[in-house]
């Protein structure tokens, strides 16, 4: 099937209970969800032209307001294989997954932003690539909100803005929604964006994969809505 038909089947089910995309009209975005394929790390655009087949995997991120016009806004991401695909790729689902998991473990309010992209370097040890120009972020009103969430340890880049540290300096509060999303790559963690404006591929041609929920910080845990 095409990547197209995925986002008929995501956009129909939404809307056939009480729900809109959030991603469509995001600067003339006009798709329910972004599928990218095997390279491709995030905001992939569906395409009649873009076939799944047997081996690849697949990045789904989708956005949700509930109810459409009224409601607040989720996020959440997963990647999936299609049909029997190789051990790398199926590690690579596995650990980024695990990325996710390591961040959210014991984080609470009170907790600066920065212990979630610090958790993740320490667990990914240098072993895979992490995309370090596109972030985590709060959720709510919009789909995209303050503060940026990066995947990395801020501490050891030396090209990180102003703008990166200081919301790598804010405090969670009780009652925060933000998502988490490590995305990660079988080998560097650079991206280009292809010529549709919106496609980000890994340069050097490598799998990568994503994994994204929302959630709402408390005190004593952290409570996944999505």
Known sequence: MTTLELDKLADEFIEARGGSACFKNVDNFNHAICTSVNQESVHGVPSKNK???????VSLDCGVRYPAKSGMCTDAARTVGVGEISDEARELIDITKKCFEVATKDLRSGMKV???????EDFV?????????YFGHGIGKSVHENPLIPNFNVAKHKSVSKKVLDFSDTVLKDGDVICIEPMINVGTGDLRTARDGWTAIT????????HENTMIIWRDRVEIVT
């Open 51 to 57: 076939i799944l087949r047997n081996g690849d995997i």
């Open 114 to 120: 920065a212990r979630i992209g610090e958790r993740i």
């Open 125 to 133: 040890g240098g072993r895979y690539g992490i995309v370090d120009t």
């Open 203 to 210: 340069t050097d041609g490598e799998l990568a994969a994503h």
